[in-house]
């Protein structure tokens, strides 16, 4: 008996997904760029409010597994996860992910009526996604970023921290990069089964795809040059310096779309920037030089 229940709790912990969880880290940046990063009480909030964000996304995906399972075991990659192996119990699983989002939520609103709000959002619209819109082609990576854009805004809304349009245009754009890139690489790997794993796999091209990454890409460039530069941003950071971390964004994007385009990944990308030791390397060369600039 101790040792099945050892085994289920390891398959819930698997279906949780904490390899993912970094996507929630733009939670801490609102406060990394409010100059407060090392006042304890905005830190510790930053922190719960990760914590939190965590919970809901590991409930998210476990719920989103237990509706795709025949969808998944056509993927050669999610057709290993617990649920689609056939390792775990549906019905299990669909419980404690419901246990583990209402658990999460009444975190939420004790920590913070707009962090709550935020985070209930977030919960909808993900909601929304896996029953409608992933079957909607654009809508769906619009989704996916509009999930991004709200860790962003629960984040300044725990620490008190009010963001700034520039922040949320360039969220947005960069979380459409990487979900295009996502989605080509579906669409390539899967050929002729996408569209019995994705419905809207089956309104997407290769070319279509590439042309939008292509507009995406130099979008996101150009807004995050802009953003370094505007008087605004300026005035709010006390520095003019931040444009020196352009170069290194630069690089992080043209080493993101060489990977996609010569090495064919981008399906993980939570995997991908911590896998590949170039593209870690720019992107602990932008924290640390984002620190200094800000905090020395």
């Known amino acids: 008996m101790g040792l099945l229940m050892g085994e289920t709790l390891r398959l819930l912990g698997l279906s949780l997904r904490p390899r993912q969880w970094t996507k929630n880290l733009i939670l801490l940046a609102p406060l990394v760029f409010s100059r407060h990063l090392f006042e304890m009480d905005r830190a510790l909030r930053a922190a719960a409010a990760f914590g939190v964000f965590c919970l809901l996304s590991g409930g998210i995906y476990i719920l989103n597994d237990v509706r795709d399972i025949e969808r998944d075991r056509l993927h050669p990659v999610k057709a290993r996860r617990p649920l689609a192996s056939g390792a775990l119990s549906p019905r299990l ?173 981008g399906g993980n990308p939570e995997t991908l920037l911590l896998a590949d030791r170039p593209l870690l390397a720019a992107i602990l060369l932008y924290g640390a030089m984002v620190l200094w600039i800000l905090y020395r």
């Open 93 to 265: 699983a669909w419980r404690f992910a419901v246990l583990l989002l209402l658990g999460a939520l009444a975190l939420a609103f004790w920590l913070d009526l707009g962090f709550a709000l935020a985070a209930l959002a977030y919960v909808a619209l993900h909601i929304a996604y896996a029953l409608w819109i992933k079957a909607i082609a654009i809508l769906d990576i619009f989704a996916i970023a509009g999930g991004f854009v709200l860790r962003a805004v629960a984040g300044g809304e725990a620490v008190a921290v009010p963001l700034s349009p520039w922040f949320f245009i360039c969220t947005m754009l960069l979380a459409l990069f990487l979900g295009l890139s996502k989605r080509r690489h579906e669409l390539l790997v899967l050929e002729g089964l996408a569209a019995e794993h994705r419905a809207s796999l089956a309104m997407y091209t290769p070319l279509l795809l590439d042309q939008m990454i292509a507009l995406v890409t130099a979008a996101t460039i150009v807004t995050y040059a802009l953003y370094t530069l505007a008087p605004e941003t300026i005035a709010r950071l006390h520095t003019d310096a931040l444009k020196y971390t352009v170069p290194v964004a630069l690089y992080g994007i043209f080493r993101y779309l060489y990977l996609v385009y010569q090495k064919g990944e």
